[in-house]
């Protein structure tokens, strides 16, 4: 079906749960063109050049995404719920960070993410002899959309962005101790197999709890970290090898948790499930 096909991903859940199996997929088409903002803007700094030696996104810190998360959703922004607060925990960098290794072959000690609170500098390549590029824009993610559609070509738009009006840029490193769910997410890369799978389920599970007023925000990483202390890392053979572990996953915090009812927020899941009450 994938044969010879050009195909443009969005979704970051489609490789952070498939991991080996959605990439041997990919390999049977002709070009996978990145909508995501981050992964495009690797991707534009890759074309550059094939010396990279490390990859750094860069992400909102706490103060800026909370807000937006304890509200549940913030009106001015079409975001969907389960996205920005994945945004407030960091865990959607901890998830990056799984994509793009997958996409682009690259270890993840040599992946890494930075607190940019302005959002202006996307993403970051550092070449082997020490240079380094930054995608930099306002965020706007009809570039990243434009730039899919249109590969290789770039395509004529009035979008500009005024580099004199951009704030003062700031950068620092993640606290692993403040954004527990970060760092759940690299143990999960670290992992392997059917981890990353276990991951997203349990994070799916947990978020739509909170947003059900069913879970408190700070113990969204304490339902991911029991789901991957309590059920087995399998290896990943194939796709039912993933549509198990993410319903065992699901089903084992059902009966540890008694959530109930609770619906999978709009976070870009793959796998469909239907909850019911016990």
Not at 31 to 38: A, N
Not at 98 to 121: C, G, K, T
Not at 170 to 186: E, M, S
Not at 256 to 272: C, E, H, L, M, R
């Amino acid at each position: 079906m994938l044969s010879n096909k050009k195909l443009m991903k969005k979704v970051y859940s489609v490789l952070i749960i498939a991991c080996l199996a959605t990439v041997g997929m990919l390999g049977q088409t002709q070009e996978v063109m990145l909508s995501p903002s981050k992964d495009n803007s690797i991707y534009e700094e890759g074309e550059l050049s094939n010396g990279a030696g490390q990859y750094l996104f860069t992400g909102r810190t706490l103060q800026d995404n909370r807000r937006r998360a304890l509200l549940k959703f913030d009106l001015s922004e079409a975001i969907p719920e389960g996205i920005t607060v994945d945004s407030a925990t960091l865990i959607n960098k901890g998830l990056e960070i799984i994509e793009a290794h997958w996409l682009f072959d690259m270890p993840f000690d040599r992946i890494d993410v930075v607190v940019h609170p302005q959002s202006i500098v996307h993403s970051f390549v550092e070449f082997i002899d020490g240079s380094i590029i930054a995608q930099m824009g306002d965020p706007d993610m009809r570039y990243p959309i434009l730039y899919a559609l249109t590969y290789p070509d770039r395509c004529p738009s009035s979008m500009r962005s005024d580099i004199t009006g951009f704030p003062e840029l700031t950068f620092g490193q993640v606290d692993h101790d403040r954004y527990p769910c970060f760092r759940l997410a690299r143990r999960a890369a670290d992992a392997g197999g059917t981890a990353p799978t276990i991951l997203n389920a349990a994070n799916e599970m947990a978020v739509g709890a909170f947003l059900a007023g069913k879970l408190e925000f700070g113990d969204i990483h304490s339902v991911i970290e029991g789901a991957l202390d309590a059920l087995d890392h399998g290896p990943v053979g194939n796709l039912e090898d993933i549509v198990n572990a993410d319903t065992a996953t699901r089903k084992w915090l059902q009966a540890k948790y008694s959530f109930g009812t609770v619906d999978i927020p709009a976070s870009g899941s793959t796998i469909n499930h239907d909850m019911k009450e016990k």
